[in-house]
């Protein structure tokens, strides 16, 4: 299922975008989202090493095409309160529903039920989405480099700055981060898994992140383990680690975000 998985999500997103404007019109949209005032700041506490030197960023995830089902029964608002406790600084919500299982609803419960601000996961290729998340609680979205010309990059990333949002753009190659940049995204994830082939290499962020902007802050993404994985991504500089699989599967998720978020204070 890997080779064409991302024509193949994206052609669903945009069958999803056609049905949902039958159910609610962009404009509509649009106009719950600019009523948004309670924005929790998502770049802020990501900009600099948190008290512990570590920043975790921790997803929502019941499943994934590479994995299947990872733990289908997650309750997104418990887990989101466990992911707070365990002293996460952002919380990520996977919203596609094919592959991962989840849904617009379980951002709107994790964001109820904690403090942190949260992030839209989604494959967004349209500014309906955008709308959508905002007004649905979202604090700030992802935007995939891979599938979005520069000029919809740009165009989607203003209209979120716009609102009120932030983003968490990300790019997996040389060529993504030259389109980044050229975005002026202040925020940029690099994803160690290749989305086409679903291979993850957690060097790929450490090799990357040189290609990175003065004012880019980089967040490591994906098959992020353990202490040892976030104490190689901290000598090459990167602090910030969005994770999901690892968190949802250990037994105690605080535990375990308190163990890679004390990484950079433990030997190995
Ligand atoms: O997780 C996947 O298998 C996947 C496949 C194709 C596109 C996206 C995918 N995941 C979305 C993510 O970005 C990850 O959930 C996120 O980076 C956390 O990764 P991990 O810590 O490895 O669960």
Redesign the pocket.
């Known amino acids: 299922m890997s080779t064409d998985?991302l024509s193949r999500i994206v052609q669903q997103k945009g069958r999803e975008i056609s049905k949902g404007r039958k159910v609610i019109s962009e404009s509509r949209l649009a106009e719950a989202a600019r009523q948004r005032s309670d924005f929790r700041p998502f770049f802020d506490p990501l900009a600099r090493p948190g008290a512990a030197g570590v920043n975790i960023i921790a997803?929502v995830?019941r499943a994934?095409?590479?994995?299947g089902d990872i733990r289908a029964d997650l309750d997104a608002a418990k887990t989101a309160a466990q992911y707070e406790r365990g002293g996460a600084a952002a919380v990520s919500v996977?919203t596609d529903a094919t592959y991962f299982k989840g849904h617009l609803d379980d951002l709107k419960a994790a964001r109820s039920a904690c403090r942190l601000p949260v992030l839209r996961?989604e494959f967004i290729i349209s500014r309906y989405q955008v709308y959508e998340a905002a007004a649905a609680g979202a604090d700030a979205i992802l935007l995939i480099a891979r599938i979005l010309s520069p000029e919809k990059l740009a165009q989607l990333y203003n209209l979120c700055r716009t609102l009120g949002m932030d983003a968490l753009v990300e790019i997996h190659t040389p060529e993504d981060a030259r389109m980044v940049a050229a975005c002026g995204a202040r925020l940029v994830g690099i994803?160690n898994?290749n989305?086409s082939t679903?291979e993850?290499d957690i060097a790929v962020a450490m090799d990357l992140v040189s290609r990175l902007g003065p004012g880019q802050v980089p967040v490591a993404?994906?098959?992020?383990a353990g202490p040892e994985d976030i104490r190689r991504n901290l000598s090459a500089g990167i602090f910030n680690f969005?994770?999901?699989?690892?968190i949802v599967r250990s037994d105690a998720p605080s535990r375990f975000i308190r163990l890679l978020t004390g990484a950079s204070s433990v030997d190995p």
Do not use: M, W, Y
């Not at 993404?221 to 992020?224: D, P, R």
């Open positions: 998985f997803e995830k994934s095409p590479s994995k996977l996961k994803n898994r989305l679903f993850t993404a994906s098959g992020i969005l994770v999901g699989e690892s």
